[in-house]
Nanobody
Framework: QVQLVESGGGLVQPGGSLRLSCAAS????????VGWFRQAPGKERELVAG???????NYADSVKGRFTISRDNAKNTVYLQMNSLKPEDTAVYYC???????????????WGRGTQVTVSS
């Protein structure tokens, strides 16, 4: 069994920063691509940032230059550093990862339960 747990959300003023963490635990052989998604009320879930197992990253245009995704493979953890936050960044942020539980097992898709980020004065 594999679990993803997000943490680090909260209430922050516009212009502020937060650092989200996504920790994977359980039966893990390897973690492939990991993505941070967000969903605001009344809107569809959207990809915010992604990182491959090799460290290549991609970002939504709306967060480029403000958000940074990184990973610590030794800790099975992926981070999302969010700077210069705006009210429109308010959403529930979810972590998604493709995880292989064994050398000969195909990777499966896992989601965390999300963490709320609210940007407001």
């Amino acid at each position: 069994q594999v679990q993803l747990v997000e943490s680090g959300g909260g209430l922050v003023q516009p212009g502020g920063s937060l650092r989200l963490s996504c920790a994977a635990s359980g039966s893990i052989f390897s973690i492939n691509a990991v993505g941070w998604f967000r969903q605001a009320p009344g809107k569809e879930r959207e990809l915010v940032a992604g990182i491959t197992s090799f460290g290549s990253t991609n970002y939504a245009d709306s967060v480029k230059g403000r958000f940074t995704i990184s990973r610590d493979n030794a800790k099975n953890t992926v981070y999302l550093q969010m700077n210069s936050l705006k009210p429109e960044d308010t959403a529930v942020y979810y972590c998604n990862a493709q995880i292989r539980s064994g050398r000969y097992i195909d990777p499966m898709d896992y989601w965390g339960r999300g963490t709320q980020v609210t940007v407001s004065s």
